[in-house]
């Protein structure tokens, strides 16, 4: 065990004599309770930075769909005789806002995560159900991006569980969406289901963009985003893969990534 000590020497005239005094004392623990405030200081200097810079551009997400909705609305005073280009105006007003709740709802998880004040909802569920729901979900935004939407579900032993079934439904929509986000028109997106030793398996598999080893690293933290120019022009939080992975730990699960640029992403959920 590496262990610190300060040292002291004095030279000291006793009974006619020069003597050296030394003083050895033990500060180990002093030093490690300062490298800690250290690597502390570090990671909330990080963390500050971090924040910095997710607020400027989540401002900038926010005020797009939020002007929209206030020039559309002016618009629709102004069309308000003519019903198709009202119906065009309010289904556009409807999509602005959508938009506008996702990135408000992200805001809200994630400080309900940090703060320690997400719970779970526990009740009995079907996993053919969540698998419904998560089709009747993707398949449309794969649709309008002309991209093949596959599900596989294997032999499941137990089809009937108890879980937080919106909690979960959440984590498989995000990844599912992002996949659709980042895989180019045209492109292919796998979901399987497979239960192992009591324990199911979530796949989602795309031949999309992929990402670089470095992101890999980090992109289960908050506010992280890949910083390439293509990724730059979607816009979202940064918060949605670190929501996830969060609500993957409270639901006792794990979560990994594979992924190379230019050749898609494969991301394991377990619970």
Known sequence: EQKWFLETVYCSAIQ???KII??????????????R??????????????KSTFLSS????????????????????????DNETVLDYTQRIDAASQHLLGLINDVLDINKIES????????????????????TIIRPQAAAKEQEFDIFV??????????????????????????????????????MVEESYSRIRWTVRDNGLGMSEEYQKVIFEAFSREGTVYMNQIQGTGLGMAITKSLVDLLGGTIHVKSEPGQGSTFMVEM
């Open 116 to 135: 320690g004040s997400a719970t779970l909802n526990i009740g009995d569920f079907s996993l053919s159900d969540i698998v419904d729901e998560l089709n």
């Open 22 to 35: 030394v003083y050895i004392s033990d500060r180990t623990q002093e030093r490690q309770t300062q490298d």
């Open 58 to 81: 989540i401002s900038h997400d926010i005020r797009t769909p939020m002007n929209a909705i206030m020039g559309l609305v002016t618009l629709l005073r102004e069309e308000a005789g």
């Open 37 to 50: 405030m250290t690597e502390a200081l570090k990671m909330a200097q990080a963390a500050n930075t971090a």
């Open 154 to 191: 294997s032999d499941l032993v137990h089809e009937n569980l108890q879980g937080d079934k919106l909690r979960i439904n959440q984590i498989l929509i995000n990844i599912l969406s992002n996949a659709v986000k980042y895989t180019p028109a045209g492109g292919r997106i796998q979901m």
């Open 16 to 18: 006619d004599s020069n």
